[in-house]
């Protein structure tokens, strides 16, 4: 019966950068829950071998491409995914990007496009899945914040700026859509292994002992540590929680 909450079979999940990264991770964690997966993605081939994946766990998968910061674009994406997959149950927010600059040196385009990127995308994204999660009558949406929507650093001017955002925009879905039983919760990850911060590693210095001297759990996540709570937060088990950011992270944010 306890497996049963945690069940996903018949529900479609859209995730946003589900091709690779963290968006991967819980994308195989809703497959091995039975949940059909739309990848939604830039780069085709990222794409392809993400669906492959996905396929070999048992359910329909299909990628989509779409930058998330074109809204005509996300637009045909909700649309080819409800008539390919027939409905959107779960919307996972996880695109993103950063500049990595201090906030005299970066430029308002920068800016922009990782505010557009990391925060815009999700607003975008959600207003158009909205009638689609209505419809599902137990929809969810995972918004994917970071350790920058609590801590801030030098480098992530615009970057905590998004994540910060996210918090309090998940706040003002969750009490928009409570009525329409649509729960929205964020994510906020430690530092992940990742193509994201990899490339940060080779950015900051010290960074990679930085992560390892303040994490409590010794190590940098891992992409499959965010299978167990994107299962969790996408299904019935959590119908009770709503506008909650958790952190999944090791223990960072509560080393002292
Ligand atoms: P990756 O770089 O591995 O993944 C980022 C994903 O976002 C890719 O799949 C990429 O797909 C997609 N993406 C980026 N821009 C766009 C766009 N304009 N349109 C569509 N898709 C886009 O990074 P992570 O897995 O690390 O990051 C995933 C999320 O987790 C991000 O929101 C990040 O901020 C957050 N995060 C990561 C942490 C970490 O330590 N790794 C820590 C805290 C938060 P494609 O290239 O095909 O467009």
Redesign the pocket.
């Known amino acids: 019966m306890t497996s049963s909450r945690f069940d996903l079979r018949g529900k479609v999940a859209v995730v946003?950068?589900?091709?690779?990264?963290?968006?991967?991770?819980m994308a195989r964690g809703l497959a091995d829950a039975g949940a059909d997966i739309a990848v939604?993605?830039?780069?085709?081939t990222?794409?392809a071998a993400a669906v492959a994946d996905l396929r070999r766990r048992g359910v329909k998968a299909i990628a989509v491409?779409?930058?998330?910061?074109?809204k005509a674009a996300v637009a045909a994406m909700v649309d080819g995914v409800v008539s390919e997959l027939g409905r959107i149950d779960i919307l996972i927010?996880?695109?993103?990007?950063?500049i990595r600059k201090p906030p005299h040196e970066l430029e308002l385009d920068e800016w922009n496009k990782v505010i557009?990127?990391?925060l815009t995308?999700a607003f975008v994204c959600s207003k158009l899945a909205y009638p689609a999660l209505k419809a599902s009558g137990n929809g969810k949406v995972i918004n994917?914040?970071?350790?920058?929507s609590i801590f801030g650093a030098s480098f992530a001017t615009a970057?905590a700026a998004?994540?910060g955002g996210i918090v309090q925009y998940t706040r003002a879905c969750a009490n928009a859509w409570a009525p329409d039983n649509i729960q929205v919760n964020a994510i906020?990850?430690?530092?992940?292994?990742?193509?994201?911060?990899r490339?940060?590693r080779q950015q900051v210095s010290g960074l990679h002992e930085r992560v390892l001297a303040r994490t409590p759990a010794g190590r940098?996540?891992d992409?499959d540590d965010f299978a167990g709570i994107a299962v969790f937060l996408a299904s019935p088990a959590s119908n009770f929680l709503t506008g909650t950011a958790i952190p999944v992270d090791g223990g960072f944010s509560v080393m002292a």
Not at 65 to 70: A, E, F, G, I, P
Not at 144 to 148: F, P, Q
Request: glycine letters at 22%; a negative charge; proline letters at 2%.
């Open positions: 946003t950068g589900g091709n690779g990264g963290i968006g991967l991770g939604v993605g830039r780069n085709e990222k794409s491409t779409t930058d998330v910061t074109d927010n996880n695109a993103g990007m950063s557009d990127t990391n995308s994917i914040g970071s350790m920058m970057y998004s994540k906020l990850p430690g530092w992940i292994d990742t193509d994201l911060t490339g940060a940098w996540g992409i």
